[in-house]
């Protein structure tokens, strides 16, 4: 009983480089979500895809790429780290956008030195 | 823009204490709203979701109150026991996204 995996757990960065972080959910959700958390601030949505070859920009987008690759998989790209995006990032999926109950991985800590 | 507030951000409450959280959202335009738990490094667990066309949901001890003309929800749990120290986040599902709270840290002790 997977529901959403994220890989990697843990990752430091230095500034400059680039990394995908990679999610997967095995419940055959339509719609999946790409958060960041910082202490004070909350969840914040960065990138939501509602179905399978979409995409849509969330609060905090910027210096972040998404790809919706199947109905399975929806990857987070930094493209060019810097160190305001160390946070921990979460990704979720629901079965239908804004109806059904949404489920969380475990979470990236990611470092950016 | 949507808001959520949740009072109080931090609670200590005695074993065996019944206890209210609150959740306050500024756009009654939802869809649904839903209460998650998160224990330290780890993920968010959902908990209760209410749609916007119910009043309430319950699971075991706990029992989630939604008004949306009011712009509130409650989470009430009663009975607390150590095992439910975590921090509670309430979300609203508004235009296909949920927006969170910063949520209520709980400790319940011994």
């Known amino acids: 009983n997977a529901g959403v995996t994220q890989t990697p757990k843990f990752q430091v960065l230095k500034t400059g480089q680039s990394m995908t972080l990679q999610c997967a959910q095995d419940?055959?959700?339509?719609?999946m979500y790409w958060y960041r958390q910082d202490p004070g601030m909350g969840l914040r949505l960065i990138y939501y895809s509602a179905s399978e070859g979409t995409t849509d920009k969330g609060e905090v987008p910027n210096g972040y790429n998404v790809s919706r690759l199947n109905k399975r998989e929806f990857s987070l790209r930094l493209e060019s780290a810097a160190p305001s995006q160390t946070s921990v990032y979460f990704c979720?999926?629901?079965?239908?956008?804004?109806?059904?109950?949404?489920?969380f991985g475990q979470g990236t800590r990611l470092t950016v030195v | 823009k949507q808001e959520v507030t949740q009072i109080p951000a931090a609670l200590s409450v005695p074993e065996g204490e019944n206890l209210v959280l609150n959740c306050s959202f500024t756009?009654?335009?939802?869809?649904?709203l839903q209460w998650f738990r998160q224990d330290p490094g780890k993920g968010l667990t959902s908990l209760l979701l209410i749609q916007s066309s119910q009043r309430e949901q319950t699971s075991g001890r706990l029992n989630a109150s939604l008004d949306k003309s009011s712009g509130r929800s409650t989470l009430y749990i009663a009975a607390s026991q150590p095992g439910d120290s975590a921090t509670y986040l309430c979300a609203v599902d508004n235009t296909d996204k949920l927006i969170f709270g910063t949520g209520t840290r709980l400790q319940v002790f011994p």
């Open positions: 979720a999926s629901s079965e239908v956008t804004g109806l059904t109950e949404a489920f």
């Open positions: 419940m055959n959700h339509n719609s």
């Open positions: 756009d009654s335009a939802i869809y649904n």
